[in-house]
């Protein structure tokens, strides 16, 4: 391979979903599920964001990156719950995932974008979590096909890119 470009689709193994979480309600803490079933058209169901935002049905975060956040965050281990993400997944550079198809289960996501943190990390993880959680906030995707994602299914990356969204 010759061509930078082409490197962009090189992976070296598919990564895996570790952790899962939704949130049935506002301003309640994540739940941790062994699967979630999502549509095409609401997301997640079950997750009070069902339906409401089709560039950021699903939201990703790297499993690698959590000592980091604790570490960074003062603290010596962290509930992934605590940082508002509906997987977590090992194995894969998320940042390499940019523009890209995914299928997890039987579901296919289209990565739609970085998902920066929000100020509710200074509550959650302290004075500072916001900017703990800079640069290591995962990613937001779209979901294509509808299915079923199980903690413990791989996670396999298209070697074509897809379109960049529309906002």
Not at 92 to 103: F, I, P, S, T, Y
Not at 128 to 140: E, F, I, P, Q, V
């Amino acid at each position: 391979m010759d061509n930078i470009k082409d490197l962009f689709n090189v992976f070296p193994r598919p990564g895996r979903v570790e952790w899962i979480g939704i949130r049935p309600e506002r301003r309640e803490p994540m739940l941790m599920v062994d699967g979630i079933s999502l549509s095409e058209t609401k997301g997640i169901l079950g997750d009070h964001y069902s339906g409401r935002s089709g560039n950021r049905h699903v939201t990703l975060i790297q499993a690698e990156h959590l000592p980091v956040i604790a570490s960074l965050s003062g603290r010596d281990e962290l509930d992934p719950g605590l940082l508002r993400r509906n997987i977590v997944v090992s194995g894969l550079n998320l940042l390499a995932l940019k523009d890209h198809r995914l299928q997890i289960g039987d579901t296919i996501l289209d990565v739609t974008g970085q998902c920066h943190p929000c100020s509710k990390m200074e509550t959650a993880l302290g004075p500072g979590g916001y900017n703990a959680m800079r640069g290591h906030g995962g990613l937001t995707a779209k979901v294509i096909r509808g299915g079923t994602i199980r903690v413990g299914d791989e996670i396999i990356v298209s070697t074509a890119a897809v379109q960049a969204p529309a906002y």
